[in-house]
């Protein structure tokens, strides 16, 4: 089974950065996008930055030449460089994975962590 594992969250100041992991397991071949989202007390789950096999990366505006993400695909795990973090970047951050080949098998739906709570305060 495909589990999502991230890591890397905690307390900053503003101005400050963070950098989170999200390690994905499970018997996998290879992982089509793997991407990071959040979710804010009251607000809805969005997107932060996604980056394809292929290499190419979407990223929110809001947080465009903050953050980067990259990716280990031998290891199948993403990760997010923030930098110039703000108060409004505190969030739970989500990775989700989509277009999964385990065993031999491709899932074309999207597999999620748990989070992992970023704070942003001085």
């Known amino acids: 089974q495909v589990q999502l594992m991230e890591s890397g969250g905690g307390l900053v100041q503003p101005g400050g950065s963070l950098r989170l992991s999200c390690a994905a397991s499970g018997s996998i071949s290879s992982i089509n996008v793997m991407g990071w989202y959040r979710q804010a007390p009251g607000q809805e789950r969005a997107l932060v930055a996604i980056m394809s096999r292929g290499g190419s990366t979407n990223y929110a505006d809001s947080v465009k030449g903050r953050f980067t993400i990259s990716r280990d695909y031998a290891k199948h795990t993403v990760y997010l460089q923030m930098n110039s973090l703000k108060p409004e970047d505190t969030a739970v951050y989500y990775c989700?994975?989509?277009?999964?080949?385990?065993?031999?098998?491709?899932?074309?739906?999207?597999?999620w962590g748990k989070g992992t709570l970023v704070t942003v305060s001085s």
């Open positions: 989700e994975a989509t277009g999964v080949t385990s065993q031999g098998s491709f899932y074309a739906g999207e597999y």
